[in-house]
């Protein structure tokens, strides 16, 4: 058992930065390091906006805010990661989760798929599928490879409170004191990241000493999806 005593005011630490860029209650806020050697930090508010800053100089600095990012209250934002890589997310209680690119803060995407608000999102290790959970008890799982198209629903019951991707299962939480979890759809592989194709082609080469086999390979392997995977998604469900 190990016990330490909590330290005084006189050890207080000052805040390596700080920054006002709010009107209101920040209700959300997510870090993301070393993007190309560069952190930030994205935040969002009961002032409906969206602000992402970066850390310049030890201090941080507005990169790019938008004011009316939603029509409600911001309840997450998040960084994608993977396959996302330079995307924003940001859900809101006007029940959209919109995607904004991390350069310049232009809206690349919304999906408008919940009737309630969203509580909560998250995304896979590798950033291969989007997760959102509503208060219109369903929880939807996207697939980001191909368009966010929306690849399972689970129909809960109950309102979800927040949510969890671990060991490919989705975990949740319930405001009924609950916790339940799924597994993640198995679903084909449909974008190959530029570094993993690159190893997996050195694995090949390594495994496959012939030339004649090398060139085979050559010929037959699939071109490299590009960024952003979202182009041309839908913003919601087909009216039929």
């Not at 920040?26 to 009961?46: E, H, R």
């Not at 919304?110 to 929880?139: M, Y």
């Not at 975990?171 to 339940?180: H, L, T, Y």
């Amino acid at each position: 058992m190990l016990l330490h005593a909590l330290p005084g005011k006189q050890h207080a630490v000052s805040p390596q930065g700080c920054l006002s860029c709010h009107h209101g209650v920040v209700t959300t806020v997510d870090f993301c390091g070393n993007i190309n050697g560069v952190s930030y930090v994205a935040s969002g508010g009961s002032d409906y906006a969206v602000v992402v800053s970066h850390v310049a100089g030890g201090q941080l600095r507005v990169l790019w805010s938008q004011k009316d990012a939603h029509a409600g209250v911001i309840t997450r934002v998040l960084f994608g990661v993977g396959m996302a890589c330079g995307v924003v997310y940001s859900a809101a209680r006007d029940h959209v989760v919109r995607l904004w690119s991390l350069k310049n803060g232009d809206l690349v995407g919304s999906l408008n798929f919940h009737t309630e608000k969203v509580v909560d999102v998250c995304q896979s290790p590798d950033g291969r599928f989007f997760v959102s959970a509503s208060a219109d008890d369903s929880i939807l799982v996207y697939d980001v490879s191909d368009a966010y198209r929306v690849v399972m629903r689970v129909e809960c019951g109950e309102e979800p409170s927040c949510l969890a991707i671990v060991n490919n299962m989705v975990c949740c939480g319930f405001c009924s004191g609950g916790i339940r979890f799924w597994p993640l759809p198995s679903l084909g592989i449909h974008y190959v990241s530029p570094v993993c194709y690159k190893q997996h082609r050195v694995q090949l080469r390594k495994r496959n000493r012939s030339p004649e086999r090398r060139c085979c390979y050559r010929r037959r392997r699939r071109p490299i999806a590009s960024f952003p995977p979202h182009v041309g998604m839908n913003s919601g469900p087909k009216n039929e």
